[in-house]
């Protein structure tokens, strides 16, 4: 469990340490959370905030490592 400003702003690396953006927002229409990532180049993508999706979330190191799912990126 984490605070969603203690998300926010923290950047999103893939497993392989490549740049995916960093946190814009955490959102829940009901089904579950799904952080929304500003990626670098413009654009967002929504990754649901599940530990098949989001492996890491390491605050002390100030880091998300993502694997998103298929098709998402």
């Given at each position: 469990?984490?605070?969603h400003a203690d998300l926010i702003g923290?950047?999103?690396r893939d497993a392989g340490?490549?740049?995916l953006g960093s946190v814009r927002a955490v959102l829940n229409h009901g089904a579950g959370d799904?952080?929304?990532v500003a990626?670098?180049?413009?654009?967002t993508i929504?990754?649901?905030?599940?530990?098949?999706a989001?492996?890491?979330?390491d605050l002390s190191a100030r880091l998300v490592?993502?694997?998103p799912p298929e098709g998402s990126l």
């Open positions: 469990e984490f605070y923290l950047p999103v340490g490549a740049a799904i952080l929304e990626r670098p180049g413009g654009g929504l990754l649901p905030f599940t530990r098949a989001v492996p890491l979330v490592v993502a694997d």
